[in-house]
């Protein structure tokens, strides 16, 4: 996983729950799993993956190639389950304001920005914390507890 | 400065003297719920029993994590799909190999019921659980969050989570509740006042005056529905009533802890619930008492009051699916079965239910003591889901329209 990357942008609004989410955003978009390629980031609104802890739809965004999803917020779970998985999750206040869909942002998870190519607005986040980086980086929590076992060992 | 319950559990957990808001924390796990769809093939090819075989032989050893502390329910029975008999039976498996404590049968039902009904849940203790809904525990004074998948493997493996401790709201509880007036009510009132991004992966702790006459099953409705909230726990003081339960459920020792008085909040609410009404208004054409939220042996008991004498609307369905065969039996054993079939309403198996599956067809409505009206969760996505206690369900049901209870309870 690289800590900077860009990507090509699919917006979508509020309350996305993870029922809708399956299939990659089946619910919402049925069509968007023929349209999305890998390096896309999806940037949503607020409580994005509320509901239900069921993993098929996480993993339907990660099998897709998406390699980010911004969003004003997302449910802990949701969170959790992707960046375990491998994919970068990030909550960015007021993210949906500076983009359109199909704008090209840049993304730097540890310094903590997100830049929009196509207008020049940026946002600020949260840096990933050590210990994400590090899961994020070996491509999801599986692959970096068998790692670090087998080092201790 | 001192800290809330939940940071006190975390720093108890992560081995440190003190935490704050935001501290990423490493935390030991005391108890981790597992139901058995996490077991069959539909989140990953293998499995939960064979993700976790596979790390284990990539770490190079046999024995996972304390299979002591691993409780594991079936929350569909019969299982109604091929795919989720496999899950059940691997579920089986990981049982009998590890030792993990299984329920089923007339044990069994809704997995977060049973979890409280046979004593695995404590003040003090930090649990998670591989389901959205395992918030509901904090209703006795415990941290409890649910889980995805992934980390569900990574637990059983390791016993540990890593977690960004949340901040706290604080919400008082104070006046004389009603006696119209069940946690369903209180909570579906204080989400309202959230709003849409109310408490999102923040702490919701309750106290005040009007604590004491909340009701363990009360409370625990309340607390599952912080996830509807957002937010990552919530989180009841574990006062004497709280003790008092757990005492009759459960021999094993615990530490109650209790939030200093002066911890830190991000906000403070305050509700009095001598204001509070029954959450009303439309026609409908289903009636569903059920699920982790609301259908334990107290809501039985004010469904029943309610129906007794009465029939369920002929343009309703009324669906009765109580929380798990503990609290079936003892309706059972009050007569209240009697008093469902009388009215006509469809009393059902214990287990999730039509919480899950499709039984709304296009453009139907629904009042559900349930949690969740997302669009399509019990069928179509053109049918309608309205969120109530317990006793707005049943009254409507009789009425077949969405009406305030108040006038149907016997006085």
């Known amino acids: ?153 | 400065m001192g800290m809330t319950i939940t940071e006190k559990i975390c720093a108890r957990s992560a081995g440190k003297d003190r935490v704050r808001p935001g501290d990423m924390i490493d935390a030991e796990i005391d108890k981790l719920y597992i139901k058995d769809l996490r077991f069959s093939k539909a989140e990953d090819p293998k499995g939960l029993y064979g993700l976790f075989k596979e790390i284990l032989k990539d770490m190079g050893i046999h024995k996972a994590w304390d299979p002591d502390k691993v409780i594991i329910n079936l929350d569909e029975q019969p299982a109604r799909s091929t795919r989720r008999l496999e899950g059940q039976e691997s579920a089986k498996q990981f049982s009998r190999e590890h030792g993990a404590t299984l329920y089923q049968g007339y044990d069994g039902g809704i997995g977060h019921n049973v979890m409280v009904e046979k004593g695995h849940v404590k003040p003090g203790e930090f649990i998670v659980g591989a389901d959205s809904h395992s918030c509901t525990y904090g209703a006795l004074g415990c941290f409890a969050t649910g889980i995805g998948f992934t980390e569900t493997a990574g637990v059983l493996a390791t016993g540990r989570i890593w977690l960004q401790v949340p901040p706290a709201v604080y919400v008082e509880l104070a006046g004389k509740r009603p006696a119209w007036i069940w946690g369903k009510d209180i909570v579906l009132r204080i989400m309202a006042d959230f709003g849409a991004n109310g408490a999102v992966n923040k702490t919701i702790e309750y106290g005040g005056s009007a604590v004491a006459d909340i009701s363990i099953e009360s409370r625990l409705s309340m607390c599952n529905m912080a996830v509807e909230s957002l937010a990552l726990n919530a989180v009841f003081p574990p006062d004497e009533r709280a003790i008092a339960y757990v005492r009759q459920v459960s021999d094993a020792p615990f530490t109650p802890v209790e939030s200093d008085p002066d911890a830190e909040y991000e906000s403070r609410l305050r509700f009095d619930l001598s204001d509070m009404e029954p959450f009303v208004a439309a026609p409908i054409n289903q009636a569903f008492i059920g699920t982790c939220s609301n259908s334990r042996i107290e809501d039985l008991r004010v469904a029943a009051n309610i129906l007794k004498g009465k029939t369920v609307h002929p343009g309703v369905r009324m669906i009765v699916t109580p929380a798990s065969y503990g609290a079936y039996f003892q309706a059972r054993e009050e007569g209240l079965l009697q008093i469902f079939e009388k009215s006509k309403a469809l009393l059902t198996a214990s287990e999730c239910g039509i919480c899950t599956r499709p039984s709304l067809a296009t453009g139907e409505v629904c009042i559900s003591s349930g949690n969740r009206n997302f669009s399509g969760r019990m069928g179509h996505r053109e049918a309608q889901i309205f969120l109530g206690s317990p006793a707005t369900v049943a009254a409507s049901a009789v009425a077949g329209e969405i009406v305030d209870p108040r006038e149907f309870l016997p006085s």
């Not at chain 1, 299939?23 to 978009?29: F, K, Q, S």
């Open chain 1, 1 to 153: 996983m690289k800590k900077k990357f860009t990507g090509r942008v699919w917006k979508f609004g509020d309350c996305i729950d993870s029922g809708n989410i399956k299939g990659v955003m089946e619910g919402i978009d049925p069509e968007f799993h023929a349209k999305v390629r890998p390096g896309d980031v999806i940037v949503a609104g607020i409580n994005f993956g509320m509901g239900s802890s069921a993993e098929e739809a996480p993993r339907s965004l990660r099998d897709a190639g998406i390699a980010a999803i911004l969003a004003e917020s997302i449910s802990n779970i949701y969170l959790r389950t992707l960046i375990n998985l491998g994919l970068p999750a990030i909550e960015c206040a007021g993210i949906s304001a500076i983009v359109a869909e199909g704008d090209e942002l840049e993304v730097d998870l540890e310094s903590g920005g997100v830049r929009n190519l196509t207008n020049g607005n940026a946002r600020a986040f949260a840096p990933f914390s050590d210990h994400a980086i590090a899961i994020l980086e070996k491509g999801g929590l599986i692959p970096y507890l068998k790692s670090s076992f087998a080092k201790d060992r």
